[in-house]
């Protein structure tokens, strides 16, 4: 039996989504109730053109507004593809996109945008052109910062980053919302890290 181009264009791509991760899938737990967890994959060139077309349906005017409203829309979609029933990485884990958004909260449906976009980054410090010296400066200067002192955007991507490097350390402590984690401070030590 001769291979046409097409099978190999499948092979390809089955090998290209493995190495992406779609057939080891990420475990995402939910920020508002970390004990629902989903697998996420990557998603194919052919679910992000299914989030481009479900925003462009979006009756909006072409103003900022409207415009947020359609990225939103796409990242929604992006986040239904991608994810899936643990155990099944076949099996989608809501029957649409509106079941979806009316099950999620919204800063769950965020942090799977967040884990998304980071599990679909191709990207390295060599990729980044990064020198070993350059590097040296980033890592000085993290070990230097005044975690304390970091709000708002700053701290969420340095939760988010922790929450990827140090997984099992601040498993519990990170779950948690700002309120909760402010309230339980034990002596109002600013020390930094």
């Known amino acids: 039996m001769t291979s046409t181009m097409a099978d190999k264009l499948r092979e390809a791509h089955r090998l290209s989504r493995m190495r992406q991760g779609n057939e080891v899938a990420e475990d995402v737990a939910l920020p508002s109730n970390s004990e ?24 909006v005017l072409d103003n900022a507004a409207g415009i947020a409203t359609r990225n939103r829309a796409a990242m929604q979609s992006d986040v239904f593809h991608s994810l899936r029933e643990p155990g099944n990485i076949e099996q989608r884990a809501f029957q649409s996109i509106e079941e979806m958004t009316s099950l999620l909260e919204p800063s769950d449906v965020d942090h799977c945008i967040n884990t998304l976009t980071m599990l679909m980054e191709y990207a390295s410090p060599s990729v980044d052109g990064l020198t070993d010296e350059e590097l040296s400066d980033l890592k000085n200067a993290f070990g230097e910062t005044d975690w304390s002192a970091l709000t708002g955007r700053q701290w969420a991507v ?21 309120s909760t984690e402010s309230s339980t401070e034990k002596n109002g030590s600013s020390e930094s890290t």
């Open 36 to 59: 629902i967890h989903f697998w996420m994959v990557p998603l194919t060139e052919a679910e992000q053109q299914m989030g481009v077309i479900h925003a462009a349906t979006i009756d």
């Open 158 to 178: 340095v939760k988010l980053c922790c929450q990827v490097l140090f997984p099992e350390l601040l498993e519990v402590k990170l779950r948690g919302s700002s």
